[in-house]
């Protein structure tokens, strides 16, 4: 399963309570998540500092709202909020300061009941990482711990985590066939290591003091391997 397919599966069903789902992509890059979600949310927006990757975006996602610019330093959004938002490869690859920046602002476009989908794709104790450095090499990671005190500070907190790719892989070669990953992946997650052992995390984040699961009118997913954070 997918990071956007995953993102999918919090979209509200057709005639739920909430009336519908509007919907922000940020850091949407080539609109891969946008494309996703077309059709299934009553509004979506994406946006982007860099003008290349909006403009590779629209054939992707014609019917999306592309902004270009940088919500961390710019008022590009106006107060307006969002029931599900989405942030995929980003914060692993961006300097503490602009993941706190990038998180308070999200935030704030997040409405009271709503949801942030974000994942570390470079989680520090996955297995690729791992072997990295008992090579000697110093790859750019993120560490769970470090994600934690991220939502903590930016008024959030992790409601669910699930975990994928407890062995190591990179984005266009696997070790091993697709069928062994899954079974390892369950495997870690019967035992309730995943969490530690995947290399990409997706966490699912909801306004902090808003107890409960996921918020109501939106699909929960099944995997084997979820965990649960509890508040």
Known sequence: MTPASTALLFV??????????????????????LAHLA?????STGIDVSPGMIELARPKAPYAELIVGDITRQNLLAGRTFNLITAFRF????????????????????????LLVFN??????????LLARL??????????????DLARAGGLEIAEVFPIGTLPATDGHMLVPPWVHGVCDRLA????????????????????????????????PAWPAREVVHA
Request: glycine share 14%; with cysteine.
């Open 120 to 129: 570390n794709h470079r989680c520090d104790s996955g297995g690729l990482f």
């Open 91 to 114: 914060f692993p690859n961006a300097q503490p300061e602009l993941r706190l920046s990038a998180m308070q602002a999200l935030r704030r476009h997040l409405a009271p009941d709503g």
């Open 189 to 220: 997650g019967a035992v309730g290591l995943s969490a530690r052992l995947a290399q990409n995390i997706i966490f699912v984040c909801r306004p902090a003091g808003l107890r409960g699961g996921v918020a109501e009118g939106f699909r929960r």
């Open 39 to 43: 059709g299934r949310t009553r509004s």
């Open 135 to 148: 090579l000697g090499r110093r790859p750019h990671t993120m560490s769970l711990e470090e994600v934690t």
């Open 12 to 33: 509200p069903s057709p005639g739920a309570a909430s009336g519908g789902c509007w919907t922000l992509d940020f850091a949407c890059g080539t609109g891969r998540i």
